[in-house]
Nanobody, 118 residues
């Protein structure tokens, strides 16, 4: 069974940058459509960005367009989220998610906390 592990979270000032990473193990990474979700305190989990199995197609929620960039390296079994011009409202636990493109199996990492505060 595939497993995902996030890293790269932390405390950053407004306007700053962070790069999150998601490392996959246990299955062929390129078989998974991958996404980043986030959950802020007291709010529901929301989709932040999605990338197709081959990396050619990406999608972003409106609030992060132009600031965040999702990418993947299938050779290294990793996905990343480059976050620039961070705002306090980006504060949340960020989760790595993968959906198998054939059987629809849905898997989550444990999350990494991003705090944007001065």
């Amino acid at each position: 069974q595939v497993q995902f592990a996030e890293s790269g979270g932390g405390l950053v000032q407004p306007g700053g940058s962070l790069r999150l990473s998601c490392a996959a193990s246990g299955d062929t990474f390129s078989r998974y459509d991958m996404s980043w979700y986030r959950q802020a305190p007291g709010k529901e989990r929301e989709l932040v960005a999605r990338i197709s199995t081959g990396g050619r197609s990406t999608k972003y929620t409106d609030s992060v367009k132009g600031r965040f960039t999702i990418s993947r390296d299938n050779a290294k079994n990793t996905m990343s989220l480059q976050m620039n011009n961070l705002k306090p409202e980006d504060t949340a636990v960020y989760y790595c998610n993968g959906v198998h493109y054939i059987d629809g199996g849905n898997y989550w990492g444990k999350g990494t906390l991003v705090t944007v505060s001065s």
